[in-house]
Nanobody
């Protein structure tokens, strides 16, 4: 069974950079057709897809966040990470990592981690 666990700070200040890591167990992130995504949900709003890193290391980002988002991976640790720069309070959200093995479907979710942007 594939399991995902997000880790990172719960409180960050405006203008700072958020760094989150997703540790994957029960499956390798380099497995063919594994796609690792970051998804967030601001309070009172719906889910927002932020970006994805594929099993071969390619990345793609939401157009609205592309200028501030970077996703990378450490295959030796079976982790993929998110960096989001120039934070504002509007970036306050629960951040989830997820893995898809079927196009258009999220097959595995992390439990989510609350991130609050506040001075």
């Amino acid at each position: 069974q594939v399991q995902l666990q997000e880790s990172g700070p719960g409180l960050v200040k405006p203008s700072q950079t958020l760094s989150l890591t997703c540790t994957v167990s029960g499956g390798s992130i380099t497995t063919n057709n594994y796609f690792g995504s970051w998804i967030r949900q601001p309070p009172g709003k719906g889910l927002e897809w932020m970006g994805v890193i594929t099993y071969d290391g390619s990345t793609s980002y939401s157009p609205s966040l592309k200028s501030r988002t970077s996703i990378s991976r450490d295959t030796s640790k079976n982790q993929f990470s998110l960096q989001l720069t120039s934070l504002t309070p509007e970036d306050t959200a629960v951040y989830y990592c997820a893995i898809s093995v079927v196009p258009g479907t999220v097959n595995y979710w992390g439990q989510g981690t609350q991130v609050t942007v506040s001075s």
